[in-house]
């Protein structure tokens, strides 16, 4: 084994930096002979320096993290603190200072990969980030390097654990959004802001990131059609619940039928209780890949956390060092298809729609027509009278986005219609 | 891209090699792509020559394995044969002759992993064999290279499809094991002789593998505890049931709590209903990791089958490939710590028991007593008397195995326990 250490710079101590410092301090024995040479950190970029910092010594600490990307005797330089910049700067920085990279930054990456992937590769470094897709899921890795003899045609992801938490919340006690989101916030699993989570933001990045590696392509973030939860609300669920499913906020990926184009969209859907996914629970993330070969795998795990994000950091951590002493890099961005995202009309899917009727005859015939004129097929429909009023489930057959939600405007302007109280697609049949 | 391409040699072409060359050839440019290089198929190791093997062209096919890998132009070797010889004398052929190997071969890593992989090491080659453990489910390259910062404490896994099956077809149908393996054959799930699958030997190769991979040791088929599913009841899965729990056969993997030892053991056990591999359904696999960062994590998918072991072989052989292109080879065994394996008698579990008892007072106190005498601690007892019989379900605290067989042999020995009816371990609790 080298007794020279190899050189680590972490960029960021929060929640994950500090475990990951805490792990390379008591497991170094284990990281040195998985590696075959030691590692040690070689300095630490923080906003607050004057934070206590247990484990690190304060003489690592700095508050310039351009100087230490620039120091030149880095090895490698794990980059931990979110966001577009700084974080893009200091890793192009560090490319150029001979270090390779280990990202947990999945904005950054879902942004700009494709310009990351491109200096990593004109550098000759490594550019690794496991932990940016659901925490200690390995599943960039698998994607990459498990699935690369094979043909990947949909990713189906569970990959936010805040809004997963409110939706099983909502399904196992029937409280509204709201008194859930209450209660995540309450647990630490909702951030004081949940906007990144709740609207889907946090979920369209991973998914950007998942769609490329998938269908070796470039997907950007501003390509994944994206749908919140806050929207979802007790009624939905318990109509989920009456067709025998339950609502997921999910991340899916398809490669079109033609192998032409893919698409990436993020919204709350429908799925089937006996689904692998609808067993997901509490903050859990869980993916499933469905390939050509391979048939359905599915991927399960705590998707953020400090651990196990850091986990996956360290793992990724090894391999580049390994790559390091062996003079070798591991495998690039795989983006040589290159095919066109298709935008969110085009994809084939089903909807639950459940519309406020007038209680009184031909109102279904109404309805039909719309839906026949718009060329979308109707699976089952279920009628509820209630005092005058009078409500109406419709669940479609497969048909293109676009065409379900012309079928829905057209809906809202029949006079027999009051209102769409909820639509919701179904997936995962 | 080059334009040369790497030579692959196939030994053996039955359901897993075939289904290799029929993608080799269909996803020619996607592997190329991925590679950096085309790849070749430069021959063909096969018992039968007569066969016709559609889309092979049959100057490729010769019954000379030996001369195959002994040509000097082959870069990868991708052994499909199984068994212990001659499959282990041409895998070293082949290092010694420059090329690389991919193998999906259980029982010979199982058997003789360490020497295999110093071979390799001796001739600067890789050993991939992903497809050894659990088909198409990503685990190798997970627990040696996504968990390489982490620390893994304990692996439980459903890794043979057969006997998950069998057990499933139990469970739903209320069928005894007869039945269930009559059904299983009848639906080529097993085999003619089904012995491997059902006495547990395939899954104790393959635990073999994964404590080797997961601890950083070395772990040989025979330093695993194998109890097969032949003895499993149509009353004994009543039983689990009763408890909230189903029966499937286990693979275990542990790291003693001190950390100086490990256990590996493939047994039925009860788990219960709640637990992610409880709803592991027919010949499905998956595989259940506990890190000390990571936490829980789990692989799911097809565990057998041509297409799924042709998907992990193919990944192993996109890498192995890259890693020729690059000139370096991945990461090698790694089995720095050379932990012990401790006997069973050693592992800590918990039992349960049903004894046929005579229905007259005192029986529950003087099978206590025997319980309290071998230092095993009570969970739950369940008395149930019918005609002058009675049964007695107990369920034990945590106690080492030796402990357990020690009560049981003492049970027997009582005048009033007419019959020890069934035992088995509880897990995943």
Redesign the interface.
């Known amino acids: 084994m080298r007794t020279r250490p190899l050189k680590v710079a972490l960029l960021g101590c929060g929640v994950v930096g500090s475990?990951v410092a805490r792990?390379m301090t008591t497991?170094a024995d284990?990281?040195a002979?998985?590696i075959g040479a030691p590692v040690e950190l070689a300095g630490v970029a923080v906003r607050r320096p004057s934070k206590v910092r247990e484990g690190i010594d304060p003489a690592l600490i700095t508050t310039d993290a351009t100087a230490l990307v620039r120091r030149g005797d880095i090895d490698v330089v794990v980059e931990v603190i979110g966001g577009i910049e700084p974080a893009r700067t200091l890793i192009t920085t560090a490319f150029e200072n001979g270090a390779s990279v280990v990202s947990a930054n999945k904005a950054l990456l879902a942004e700009d990969g494709a310009a990351l992937h491109a200096a990593a590769e004109k550098y000759g470094r490594d550019l690794y980030y496991?932990a940016a897709v659901a925490g200690?899921?390995?599943l960039v890795?698998?994607l990459r390097?498990?699935?690369?003899?094979?043909?990947v045609n949909r990713v189906l992801g569970i990959v936010n654990g805040t809004t997963n938490f409110i939706l099983d919340k909502m399904d196992t006690s029937g409280a509204g959004y709201s008194e859930a989101l209450d209660e995540a916030t309450a647990l630490g699993y909702a951030e004081a802001d949940p906007t990144a989570d709740v609207e889907g933001f946090d979920a369209a990045a991973k998914a950007a990131i998942l769609a490329g590696i998938a269908f070796?392509t470039r997907v950007k973030i501003g390509d994944v059609h994206r749908e919140g939860i806050t929207e979802v609300t007790a009624a939905d669920i318990a109509s989920a619940r009456r067709m025998g499913c339950t609502v997921k906020l999910l991340a899916i990926c398809e490669r079109a039928a033609d192998g032409a184009s893919v698409t990436a969209r993020v919204h709350p859907a429908m799925i089937p209780l006996s689904h692998?996914l609808a067993?997901v629970r509490e903050a859990y993330n869980a993916v499933f890949v469905e390939?050509?070969?391979?048939?359905?795998?599915?991927?399960?795990?705590?998707g953020a956390?400090g651990?196990?994000t850091?986990?996956?950091?360290?793992?990724?951590?090894?391999?580049v060092c390994?790559?390091k002493l062996?003079?070798?890099?591991g495998?690039g961005e795989?983006a040589?298809?290159r095919l066109p995202v298709s935008p969110m009309g085009e994809v084939v899917t089903r909807y639950h729609i459940s519309l406020d009727v007038a209680d009184k005859p031909g109102v279904l015939a109404q309805v039909a027509t719309v839906f026949a004129e718009q060329g979308v097929s109707i699976d089952t429909v279920r009628q509820q009278g209630k005092d005058g009023e009078a409500s109406l489930v419709v669940v479609t057959h497969r048909a293109p986005d676009a065409a379900l939600s012309g079928t829905v405007e057209a809906l809202r302007k029949l006079d027999t219609v009051r209102g769409v109280a909820s639509i919701m697609r179904v997936e995962g049949e």
């Open positions: 475990e792990i497991h284990d990281l002979a998985r496991e200690a899921i390995p890795r698998p390097e498990s699935l690369a003899g094979d043909k070796h692998p067993s390939a050509e070969a391979a048939g359905q795998l599915m991927f399960y795990g705590p956390g651990s196990p850091a986990s996956a950091v360290l793992g990724d951590l090894v391999a390994r790559n062996g003079e070798a890099t495998p795989s040589y298809t």
